[in-house]
Structures are given as structure tokens and as C-alpha cells.
């Protein structure tokens, strides 16, 4: 393995928050779709492909180095939601948790050296500034609308979902 096992340990429960992303992010969507906001919705079914793809990358990482990726049972989903800024405001405390999440990941691959894995979380480490930016701007639409959601939706459609710069 080339990878220091401390830092595959950690990507492995990592693998926790992406997958478990991915499954938030279709309940959330579902609660839009219920709602009768198509947009809002896809931007979200869209989200939670992006979290798994993100799941992927570190499972991937972990095969190409070495290391033995372990697929986790997700955890607790969030289902019910009492408004749209209360499900966009909980997506917000999750990519903020994960990037807190990111950034342990990053510290440690500095603290053992491992220039490898170092290298690998740079994108996640951009990638969540994106994530946090997005959902950031999400909410505040939303409470600009003064509940008016078809001009969130209007504004879900004008602004697709940023799809990052291509690396898979």
C-alpha cells in the first residue's frame, strides 16, 4: 500500500459521509419533488449522483493505492422537512460538516507525510468550497423569495448546478 493505513482508515469512514450524502441529498429531492418544485428537485437527484461520484473517487483511491475500501451502511437519512429554506438549510450543515470532515482528512495526510493522498484530497478540498458556496447561495434565494418558491425555481433553472472541472 502506498498509502499511510491511518489515512485509508479515515477515507474509509469518509466513504460513510459520501454515500450517506448521496442518500440525504435523494430525500431531500424527494421532499421537492412531493412539493411540486421540479427544479428544485432535480438540482438535488442531481446532487446526490454528484456524492456518490464522490464516493467513487475515494473508493477508486483507495483500490489504486493499495488500500482495501470498506462500503459502510449509511446511517440515518433526514425525511421529513417542514419548509424548503429548513431542507436547503440542512444540506448547508452537511457540506459544512464535510468539509470539516475534508480538512481532518487533509491534516492528517500532513501529519504522516503521505504526499499521495495529500495530493488526491486537493480536489475535495476545491470541491467543497463550491459545494458550501452553492448551497450557501441556495438558501439565501430562498429566503429573498419570502416564499415565493416559483421564483426559486426560476432561479434553479437560469443558474444550473455548477458541474465542477470535469476530473473523474
Known amino acids: 500500500m502506498i498509502i499511510k493505513q491511518t489515512v485509508a482508515d479515515l477515507m474509509n469512514a469518509q ?22 418544485l421540479p427544479a428544485l428537485a432535480g438540482y438535488f437527484y ?35 422537512f417542514s419548509s424548503p429554506s429548513d ?14 470532515e475534508i480538512n481532518q482528512l487533509v491534516s492528517l495526510a500532513l501529519a504522516e507525510e503521505d504526499h499521495t493522498s495529500n495530493s488526491f484530497l486537493q480536489w475535495f478540498v476545491n470541491e467543497q468550497v463550491e459545494e458550501v458556496d452553492n448551497m450557501t447561495n441556495l438558501l439565501q434565494t430562498i429566503k429573498h423569495a419570502n416564499g415565493n418558491m416559483l421564483w426559486v425555481e426560476d432561479f434553479v433553472r437560469r443558474n444550473p448546478q455548477e458541474e465542477g472541472d470535469g476530473e473523474d
Open 46 to 80: 442531481a446532487q446526490a449522483e454528484e456524492e456518490r461520484e464522490h464516493a467513487m473517487k475515494f473508493l477508486k483511491f483507495l483500490l489504486n493505492t493499495g488500500a482495501h475500501p470498506v462500503i459502510p451502511p449509511t446511517g440515518d437519512v433526514k425525511n421529513q
Open 15 to 36: 466513504l460513510v459521509s459520501e454515500f450517506g450524502a448521496s442518500a440525504q441529498y435523494l430525500a431531500i429531492a424527494i421532499y421537492f419533488d412531493e412539493e411540486a
Open 87 to 100: 431542507a436547503v438549510e440542512f444540506a448547508l450543515h452537511q457540506e459544512m460538516r464535510v468539509t470539516t
